[in-house]
């Protein structure tokens, strides 16, 4: 009797234990975002700009226009007492040469060095001993917009284009060998309020150890597809048979789209690395409402265009934490109005939040 007892009573506070650990873990990545904040904000008092979530320029090899850069928090590590990281390194080389397929040695060391306040404690899929792929995780994506109409493009086309998207942080664009003055944007560009502006919200870790390349979601039940599609990127150059649309009209319908994939296009890059420029692996956009549980990131290269969907998720009870341009950091339910969502999601929408 005693010991039946005891296990009822075990059963009823380990609820209350777990959700005390949430607690605490939500509090620290509260605590991470508020820290990026005022780096954030203390580059800008230094730049009178926010910093550049990464570049196309020609800077650091003869000849060729169209590198990308590094993520625009690796730029502020000397405001988050982290200058001993990122001290001798210059960040105005490409982290990709070329086309994007190969990498620059230059920051083979730095892309695996591990900082707790680049991971949300709540995510239990991120490698913490363990780098995976040889790159140092990072949950923190900087804000793109609101992924809607044209605004879902999310690079330049070629480097005479400086297309601009209605975020705080963007691909920008030069063919000069000076680093793009249009990738950056100060917070006056924040018309709509920098208390009503993101600028930066997590995501789920989807590495290679979370998700594996060969991985059929044929069969999965629809839980077990809906965690990969949290921590999956969908990618229509690989879709094999999967039929539908094209991407032309910039606003498909994530939710209807990718409930029904079973394919295995997928990419192992959404938040793989905080170096990394990559839209997958460093950004977010409005347009899906946090963790949408039936829908998946998805990009597409279709001749011209360069368009992603990409959500801000985690693993906290019922939303995210987002950052503000004015430096607060808010809990955003899963439940937020879509138009809300979006509208913070621009700088210059005009929108009343």
């Known amino acids: 009797m005693v010991i039946a007892i005891i296990g009822v009573l075990i059963a009823l506070l380990l609820p209350a234990v777990q959700a005390a ?68 390194y210059d960040f105005s ?27 949300c404690p709540s995510d ?15 949950s923190y994506l900087v804000c793109t917009g609101s992924a809607t109409g044209q605004n879902s493009r999310f690079q330049p086309d070629d480097v005479g284009d400086n297309y601009r998207i209605d975020g705080t942080f963007y691909l920008g664009n030069n063919p000069s060998n000076a680093e793009d003055i249009h990738g ?15 600028i930066l919200s997590e995501g789920l870790f989807g590495g290679v150890s979370v998700i594996k390349q060969s991985l059929l979601l044929t069969g999965m039940s629809d839980s077990e597809r809906s965690k990969i599609y949290q921590r999956a990127i969908f990618d229509y150059d ?25 394919h295995t296009g997928t990419k192992q890059e959404r938040c793989e690395g905080w170096l990394l420029v ?31 969907f990409l959500g801000a998720r985690s693993q906290h009870t019922g939303g995210v934490n987002v950052c503000y341009g004015d430096g607060s950091i808010h809990f955003v339910s899963d439940n937020v109005n879509l138009n809300i969502w979006r509208g913070m999601s621009t700088v210059d929408g005009g929108e009343t939040n």
């Open 184 to 198: 950056s944007v100060g917070l006056e560009a924040m018309t709509d309020g920098t208390s009503n502006t993101m």
């Open 93 to 119: 080389h490409a982290y990709f040469w070329g086309t994007g397929s190969g990498t620059n040695p230059y920051y083979d060391d730095l892309k695996k060095v591990y900082l707790n306040i680049f991971v």
């Open 21 to 88: 650990r949430e607690a605490a873990r939500r509090l620290q990545c509260t605590n991470n975002e508020k820290q990026w904040g005022i780096a954030l904000h203390n580059h800008h008092d230094t730049f009178n700009v926010l910093p550049p979530h990464g570049l196309k320029y020609t800077k650091g090899q003869t000849g060729v226009k169209n590198f990308e850069g590094t993520s625009a928090l690796s730029r502020v590590l000397p405001f988050i007492e982290a200058a001993n990281v990122s001290n001798g």
């Open 278 to 308: 990559r839209w997958g692996c460093t950004t977010y956009s409005g347009y899906l409402t946090p963790n949408q549980k039936d829908a998946g990131n998805y990009w597409a290269k279709t001749g011209s265009k360069k368009i992603a």
């Open 238 to 262: 690989t879709r094999g048979s999967d039929t539908g649309g094209d991407t032309g009209d910039f606003d498909m319908d994530m939710v209807t789209y990718s409930a029904n994939r079973t």
């Open 124 to 138: 239990s899929e991120v490698p913490r001993s363990r780098r995976d792929g040889d790159l140092a995780p990072g």
